[in-house]
């Protein structure tokens, strides 16, 4: 998938985001300013949410209310200490979950979820998505196909 601009990213989290159901987990993965944020931003809107979602890079996790709440989570500054915070409640918690930089987390992260790894591609984006799970390789079929 390719994105020319933060609108089409946004577009394309928002069609992933009205596919998202409870205890659906995102692993984004990206350069700094790859548009995970951005991303996420989408995701949001197709969950219903109506807040400004703002980074959680300093606060680690910021909830949000939609259809479903949005846990939305930057792991990069615990690096791979998922101790550190209760990842369990929001992993099994009533919402989806967003985690930023999840790939630091290695063997706690859980058996199933999407990754998806954005890379700057002149002033747009590529995503390349990863199911790993059987929900994951639902929902990516539901993206891609339209199913």
Same mark, same amino acid.
């Given at each position: 998938m390719r994105?020319?601009? &933060? !609108? &089409?990213?946004?577009?394309? #989290?928002?069609?992933?985001?009205?596919l998202l159901e409870k205890n659906d987990v995102l692993i984004l993965t990206g350069e700094l300013g790859a548009g995970k944020t951005t991303l996420t931003k989408g995701l949001a809107k197709g969950l219903g949410i109506n807040q400004m979602i703002k980074s959680p @890079? *300093?606060?680690i996790v910021r909830e949000y209310e939609g259809r479903l709440? +949005? *846990? =939305? +989570? %930057? $792991? *990069? /500054?615990?690096? #791979?200490d998922a101790d550190s915070i209760d990842l !369990?409640?929001? +992993?099994? #918690? %009533? #919402? $989806? @979950? $967003?985690?930023?930089?999840? =790939?630091?987390?290695? &063997? !706690?992260?859980?058996? %199933? *979820?999407?990754?998806?790894?954005? +890379?700057?591609? !002149? &002033?747009? /984006?590529?995503i390349r998505c990863h199911a790993h799970g059987q929900r994951?390789? /639902?929902l990516l079929e539901r993206l891609t196909n339209g199913v």
């Open positions: 994105t020319k601009n &933060e !609108d &089409e990213l946004m577009a394309f #989290g928002k069609k992933l985001g009205n @890079t *300093y606060t709440p +949005l *846990y =939305h +989570l %930057d $792991v *990069y /500054r615990i690096g #791979g !369990d409640e929001f +992993l099994f #918690g %009533d #919402g $989806v @979950t $967003v985690i930023e930089w999840g =790939h630091l987390l290695g &063997e !706690d992260l859980p058996s %199933d *979820y999407l990754e998806l790894e954005i +890379l700057k591609k !002149d &002033e747009g /984006r590529e994951a390789s /639902r």
